[in-house]
């Protein structure tokens, strides 16, 4: 398949575990957050959003944590699965604009 | 309903010459944005339109070009290609009326040699 990025962090796993993966953001003005996950081949896919109003938000088997004070996103997911192997990115919404700018990406690898 | 759907999914081109990528939004999403994404600058904002109308543009020089139509339709031209231009190119719509993310399309991959 495609190669996303070749020089991303990694974060290995054992299946089952959780994992955390984190992002620093540049906006301390940015109001709206993503986390996208792209599998190899394929375009980013939608995981979970959160608004800065909030500091929590759960989903289905993820959760996302915005720390505004340094500016710091994470991204949990629990009982990692085999599929949950890809590259994970954030994006925040810059305030005015219909603009996004991504995080490099972090890749994580589920060892069986 | 359909997703985002780019053509083609590969291109080799040579440098020098042009290239047009065209990209179908999801049906009802009238905003469409283009992204470039390597292996060394991740995601790169190129431009975005809405209703026929360019509203945002990246830091790319003006051999990155794009355009709408009145089907929401999207294609992007870049011109004079250079080696740096290989990348995989990423188009996304949203829905105008929801503070949503994108859903992207599967990408374009254009090399250049």
């Known amino acids: 398949g495609e190669s996303v990025g070749l020089h991303l962090p990694t974060l290995s796993v054992q299946e089952g575990d959780n994992s955390i993966i984190n992002c620093a953001y540049s906006n301390s003005a940015s109001d709206y957050f993503i986390w996208y996950k792209q599998e190899s081949g394929k375009g980013p896919q939608f995981i979970i959003d959160?608004?800065?109003?909030?500091d929590k938000r759960q989903g289905q088997r993820v959760t996302v944590l915005l720390n505004k004070t340094v500016k710091h996103l994470s991204l949990q997911i629990a009982a990692t699965q085999p599929g949950d192997s890809a590259v994970y990115f954030c994006a925040e919404n810059i305030p005015g604009t219909y603009k996004y700018i991504f995080g490099t990406g972090t890749r994580l690898k589920v060892l069986a | 309903k359909a997703g985002v759907t780019q053509t083609p999914r590969y291109l080799i081109k040579t440098r020098g010459q042009q290239v047009t990528l065209s990209c179908s939004p999801i049906?009802?999403?009238?905003?469409v944005s283009w992204y470039q994404q390597t292996p060394g600058q991740g995601l790169q904002f190129l431009f975005e339109?809405?209703?026929?109308?360019?509203?945002n543009k990246g830091n790319f020089p003006g051999r990155f070009s794009g355009r709408q139509f009145s089907n929401s339709r999207s294609e992007m031209n870049v011109s004079t290609l250079e080696l740096g231009d290989s990348a995989l190119y990423l188009c996304a719509s949203r829905d105008q009326g929801r503070m949503d993310g994108y859903t992207f399309g599967s990408g374009t991959r254009l090399t250049v040699v």
């Open positions: 049906s009802g999403h009238r905003s």
């Open positions: 339109y809405f209703s026929e109308t360019q509203r």
């Open positions: 959160i608004r800065s109003n909030m």
